[in-house]
């Protein structure tokens, strides 16, 4: 199973952006998936997730101003990023736990990261 984000770039402050993340490999399917960000010197940390079931919860720096979406029938999970501030600069991971047997229980996977710049 691999994870392949895209979509980070460099952005002026109040922009926007939209990550991707996309799953493949050998998946009878996928509990929750999430964003999580590390800045340099700093701990990873979660931006948003989102259940199987649709639920989703965010940190509360990013209220109001990110949203979470997957799309099930492509293993795909969306991050929009609004507003966008320089404190939001950090490469993003995307993270999914995907069950690929019926019988087995979900394993953690994580992406290779993909780098979000804010320009003050």
């Known amino acids: 199973v691999r994870l392949v984000e895209s979509g980070g770039d460099l952005v002026q402050a109040g922009g926007s952006l939209r990550l991707s993340c996309a799953a493949s490999?050998?998946?009878?399917?996928?509990?929750?998936m999430g964003w999580y960000r590390q800045a340099p010197g700093k701990q990873r940390e979660l931006v948003a997730a989102?259940?199987?079931?649709?639920?989703?919860n965010y940190a509360d720096s990013v209220k109001g101003r990110f949203t979470i979406s997957r799309d099930n029938a492509k293993n795909t999970v969306y991050l929009q990023m609004n507003s966008l501030k320089p404190e939001d600069t950090a490469v993003y991971f995307c993270?999914?736990?995907?069950?690929?047997?019926?019988?087995?229980?979900?394993?953690?996977?994580w992406g290779q990261g993909t780098q979000v710049t804010v320009s003050s």
């Open positions: 993270n999914a736990a995907i069950r690929s047997t019926l019988r087995g229980g979900a394993d953690d996977y």
């Open positions: 490999g050998i998946i009878f399917s996928i509990n929750a």
């Open positions: 989102v259940t199987g079931g649709g639920s989703t």
